[in-house]
Protein backbone atom coordinates (compact mmCIF):
# COMPACT_ATOMS: atom_id res chain seq x y z
CA UNK A 1 0.00 0.00 0.00
CA UNK A 2 1.09 3.46 -1.03
CA UNK A 3 2.36 5.18 2.29
CA UNK A 4 -0.62 7.98 3.27
CA UNK A 5 -0.54 10.53 6.19
CA UNK A 6 -2.93 9.07 8.91
CA UNK A 7 -4.69 12.45 8.97
CA UNK A 8 -5.71 12.60 5.45
CA UNK A 9 -7.70 9.39 6.30
CA UNK A 10 -11.49 9.56 7.00
CA UNK A 11 -12.42 7.78 10.08
CA UNK A 12 -12.59 3.61 10.91
CA UNK A 13 -15.62 2.29 12.19
CA UNK A 14 -15.54 3.68 15.68
CA UNK A 15 -15.29 7.21 14.59
CA UNK A 16 -18.21 9.66 13.17
CA UNK A 17 -19.47 8.93 9.52
CA UNK A 18 -21.35 11.64 7.23
CA UNK A 19 -24.10 12.01 9.90
CA UNK A 20 -21.76 12.39 13.14
CA UNK A 21 -23.11 9.31 14.26
CA UNK A 22 -20.26 6.76 14.88
CA UNK A 23 -20.97 3.41 12.09
CA UNK A 24 -20.32 0.62 14.88
CA UNK A 25 -23.33 3.24 17.39
CA UNK A 26 -25.68 2.83 13.70
CA UNK A 27 -25.43 -0.43 13.56
CA UNK A 28 -25.77 -1.17 17.44
CA UNK A 29 -29.09 1.53 17.39
CA UNK A 30 -30.29 -0.79 14.56
CA UNK A 31 -29.67 -3.75 16.51
CA UNK A 32 -32.18 -2.57 18.85
CA UNK A 33 -34.76 -0.88 16.56
CA UNK A 34 -35.59 -4.64 15.22
CA UNK A 35 -37.18 -7.77 16.83
CA UNK A 36 -34.54 -10.85 16.31
CA UNK A 37 -34.49 -13.84 14.40
CA UNK A 38 -35.58 -12.60 10.85
CA UNK A 39 -34.26 -10.70 8.24
CA UNK A 40 -31.32 -8.06 8.53
CA UNK A 41 -31.62 -8.41 12.14
CA UNK A 42 -29.99 -11.52 12.34
CA UNK A 43 -26.96 -10.39 9.55
CA UNK A 44 -26.74 -7.02 11.86
CA UNK A 45 -26.32 -9.05 15.21
CA UNK A 46 -23.82 -11.10 13.60
CA UNK A 47 -21.57 -8.51 11.93
CA UNK A 48 -21.81 -6.62 15.21
CA UNK A 49 -20.80 -9.95 17.02
CA UNK A 50 -17.74 -10.17 14.52
CA UNK A 51 -16.91 -6.48 14.94
CA UNK A 52 -16.49 -6.39 18.51
CA UNK A 53 -14.87 -9.38 18.18
CA UNK A 54 -12.33 -7.64 16.54
CA UNK A 55 -12.14 -4.50 18.66
CA UNK A 56 -14.01 -4.63 22.06
CA UNK A 57 -13.40 -1.32 22.40
CA UNK A 58 -14.13 0.70 19.66
CA UNK A 59 -15.82 3.63 20.77
CA UNK A 60 -12.52 4.64 22.05
CA UNK A 61 -10.09 3.73 19.15
CA UNK A 62 -12.14 2.85 16.26
CA UNK A 63 -12.04 -0.51 14.18
CA UNK A 64 -8.77 -0.04 12.49
CA UNK A 65 -6.53 2.79 12.98
CA UNK A 66 -4.16 1.33 10.06
CA UNK A 67 -5.35 4.19 7.36
CA UNK A 68 -6.47 2.43 4.39
CA UNK A 69 -7.46 -0.48 6.07
CA UNK A 70 -10.01 1.81 8.28
CA UNK A 71 -11.04 3.90 5.47
CA UNK A 72 -12.51 0.15 3.42
CA UNK A 73 -13.57 -1.28 6.70
CA UNK A 74 -15.54 1.89 6.68
CA UNK A 75 -17.16 2.42 3.75
CA UNK A 76 -17.89 -1.10 3.21
CA UNK A 77 -20.37 -0.73 6.81
CA UNK A 78 -21.70 2.26 5.31
CA UNK A 79 -23.06 1.11 1.79
CA UNK A 80 -24.87 -2.04 4.28
CA UNK A 81 -25.97 1.02 6.61
CA UNK A 82 -26.74 3.16 3.24
CA UNK A 83 -29.03 0.01 2.04
CA UNK A 84 -30.56 -0.42 5.42
CA UNK A 85 -31.50 3.41 6.00
CA UNK A 86 -32.98 3.85 2.62
CA UNK A 87 -35.31 0.95 3.29
CA UNK A 88 -37.72 3.00 5.40
CA UNK A 89 -38.51 5.86 2.48
CA UNK A 90 -36.64 4.61 -0.38
CA UNK A 91 -35.68 1.49 -3.03
CA UNK A 92 -32.66 0.10 -1.37
CA UNK A 93 -30.19 -1.67 -3.57
CA UNK A 94 -31.34 -5.10 -5.25
CA UNK A 95 -29.39 -7.63 -3.60
CA UNK A 96 -30.79 -6.47 0.05
CA UNK A 97 -34.45 -5.81 -0.50
CA UNK A 98 -35.39 -9.82 0.41
CA UNK A 99 -34.16 -8.88 3.52
CA UNK A 100 -35.59 -5.63 4.78
CA UNK A 101 -37.09 -3.99 6.49
CA UNK A 102 -38.09 -6.81 8.49
CA UNK A 103 -38.69 -10.13 6.57
CA UNK A 104 -39.93 -13.21 8.54
CA UNK A 105 -40.65 -16.63 6.73
CA UNK A 106 -41.19 -19.58 9.09
CA UNK A 107 -39.27 -21.69 6.65
CA UNK A 108 -36.21 -19.69 6.22
CA UNK A 109 -33.76 -20.49 9.32
CA UNK A 110 -31.42 -17.91 10.93
CA UNK A 111 -28.42 -19.18 9.22
CA UNK A 112 -30.43 -18.48 5.92
CA UNK A 113 -30.88 -14.72 7.14
CA UNK A 114 -27.21 -14.10 8.18
CA UNK A 115 -25.66 -15.65 4.66
CA UNK A 116 -27.81 -13.94 2.80
CA UNK A 117 -27.04 -10.54 4.48
CA UNK A 118 -23.49 -11.71 4.00
CA UNK A 119 -23.18 -12.28 0.43
CA UNK A 120 -25.33 -9.15 -0.47
CA UNK A 121 -22.52 -7.42 1.79
CA UNK A 122 -19.70 -9.09 -0.12
CA UNK A 123 -21.56 -9.20 -3.08
CA UNK A 124 -21.97 -5.68 -3.41
CA UNK A 125 -21.49 -3.35 -0.91
CA UNK A 126 -17.79 -4.74 -0.53
CA UNK A 127 -17.08 -3.70 -4.19
CA UNK A 128 -18.23 -0.59 -3.85
CA UNK A 129 -16.55 0.43 -0.90
CA UNK A 130 -12.73 -1.10 -2.61
CA UNK A 131 -13.69 1.57 -5.71
CA UNK A 132 -14.92 4.40 -3.01
CA UNK A 133 -11.56 3.59 -0.96
CA UNK A 134 -9.63 4.22 -4.30
CA UNK A 135 -11.46 7.47 -5.12
CA UNK A 136 -10.61 9.03 -1.58
CA UNK A 137 -7.13 7.86 -1.71
CA UNK A 138 -6.17 8.21 -5.45
CA UNK A 139 -4.96 4.91 -5.88
CA UNK A 140 -5.50 1.75 -8.40
CA UNK A 141 -7.12 -1.47 -6.34
CA UNK A 142 -3.66 -3.21 -6.61
CA UNK A 143 -2.78 -0.83 -3.66
CA UNK A 144 -5.24 -2.21 -1.51
CA UNK A 145 -5.10 -5.81 -1.65
CA UNK A 146 -3.63 -6.01 1.52
CA UNK A 147 -6.20 -4.41 3.05
CA UNK A 148 -8.38 -6.04 0.80
CA UNK A 149 -7.32 -9.30 2.68
CA UNK A 150 -7.93 -7.44 6.20
CA UNK A 151 -11.34 -7.18 5.48
CA UNK A 152 -11.96 -10.71 4.47
CA UNK A 153 -10.61 -11.55 8.29
CA UNK A 154 -13.34 -9.76 9.74
CA UNK A 155 -16.25 -11.63 7.25
CA UNK A 156 -14.23 -15.01 7.76
CA UNK A 157 -15.62 -13.85 11.61
CA UNK A 158 -18.86 -13.45 10.29
CA UNK A 159 -19.03 -17.14 8.37
CA UNK A 160 -17.67 -18.55 11.76
CA UNK A 161 -20.83 -16.80 13.54
CA UNK A 162 -22.84 -18.62 11.12
CA UNK A 163 -21.62 -21.86 11.69
CA UNK A 164 -21.15 -22.18 15.30
CA UNK A 165 -23.42 -19.91 16.49
CA UNK A 166 -26.70 -20.05 14.11
CA UNK A 167 -26.66 -23.95 12.83
CA UNK A 168 -28.32 -26.52 14.91
CA UNK A 169 -26.15 -28.84 16.44
CA UNK A 170 -25.28 -32.06 15.07
CA UNK A 171 -27.75 -33.94 16.43
CA UNK A 172 -30.43 -31.67 14.92
CA UNK A 173 -28.66 -31.29 11.72
CA UNK A 174 -28.54 -34.13 9.46
CA UNK A 175 -26.48 -34.50 6.11
CA UNK A 176 -30.15 -34.95 4.31
CA UNK A 177 -31.36 -31.34 5.65
CA UNK A 178 -31.57 -28.75 2.92
CA UNK A 179 -30.13 -25.85 5.36
CA UNK A 180 -27.18 -28.68 5.12
CA UNK A 181 -27.20 -28.48 1.09
CA UNK A 182 -27.26 -24.65 1.16
CA UNK A 183 -24.88 -23.53 3.81
CA UNK A 184 -22.39 -25.82 1.98
CA UNK A 185 -23.13 -24.60 -1.64
CA UNK A 186 -21.93 -20.98 -0.73
CA UNK A 187 -18.57 -20.28 -0.61
CA UNK A 188 -16.98 -16.94 1.20
CA UNK A 189 -13.50 -17.33 -0.64
CA UNK A 190 -15.29 -17.44 -3.82
CA UNK A 191 -17.58 -14.72 -2.94
CA UNK A 192 -14.62 -12.62 -1.86
CA UNK A 193 -12.92 -13.53 -5.58
CA UNK A 194 -15.75 -12.78 -7.37
CA UNK A 195 -16.01 -9.25 -5.40
CA UNK A 196 -12.15 -8.45 -6.36
CA UNK A 197 -12.83 -9.30 -10.10
CA UNK A 198 -15.63 -6.89 -9.99
CA UNK A 199 -13.78 -3.49 -8.07
CA UNK A 200 -11.25 -3.98 -10.55
CA UNK A 201 -13.46 -4.23 -13.29
CA UNK A 202 -15.67 -1.58 -11.82
CA UNK A 203 -12.36 0.70 -11.33
CA UNK A 204 -11.22 0.32 -15.17
CA UNK A 205 -14.32 1.52 -16.13
CA UNK A 206 -14.85 5.11 -14.10
CA UNK A 207 -13.71 6.79 -17.47
CA UNK A 208 -17.17 5.30 -19.13
CA UNK A 209 -20.03 6.57 -16.24
CA UNK A 210 -22.97 4.73 -18.36
CA UNK A 211 -20.85 1.51 -18.33
CA UNK A 212 -20.31 1.78 -15.44
CA UNK A 213 -23.61 2.40 -14.03
CA UNK A 214 -24.71 -0.65 -16.13
CA UNK A 215 -21.93 -2.63 -14.40
CA UNK A 216 -22.91 -1.75 -10.77
CA UNK A 217 -26.35 -2.76 -11.44
CA UNK A 218 -25.54 -6.12 -13.04
CA UNK A 219 -23.47 -6.85 -10.05
CA UNK A 220 -26.50 -5.50 -7.96
CA UNK A 221 -28.40 -8.21 -9.49
CA UNK A 222 -26.39 -11.06 -9.59
CA UNK A 223 -25.63 -10.66 -5.54
CA UNK A 224 -29.23 -10.60 -5.42
CA UNK A 225 -30.30 -13.55 -7.00
CA UNK A 226 -27.49 -15.34 -5.21
CA UNK A 227 -29.15 -14.15 -1.42
CA UNK A 228 -32.40 -15.33 -2.77
CA UNK A 229 -31.44 -18.40 -3.74
CA UNK A 230 -29.82 -18.30 0.16
CA UNK A 231 -33.21 -17.87 1.55
CA UNK A 232 -34.82 -20.79 -0.33
CA UNK A 233 -37.66 -21.93 2.77
CA UNK A 234 -36.32 -25.41 4.40
CA UNK A 235 -38.92 -26.20 6.26
Do not use: K
Amino acid sequence: MTQIEQSELPAGLGDPGPGGIPVIERMREWRSRWPAGGGVAVFNAAYLDAVERVDPDLGRAGFDDRGAAALLSARCAERYLSAVETAAGGRPPECWRPLLPYRRHPGVRPAQWALGGLQAHVGHDLVLAVVDACRVLGCEPADLEGEFEQMGDLLALLEEHVHDVLLPGPDVLEVADPLTHLVHSWSLERAREAAWSAARTLWRLRAFPALAEEFRQRTDAGAGLVGRLLLTPCR
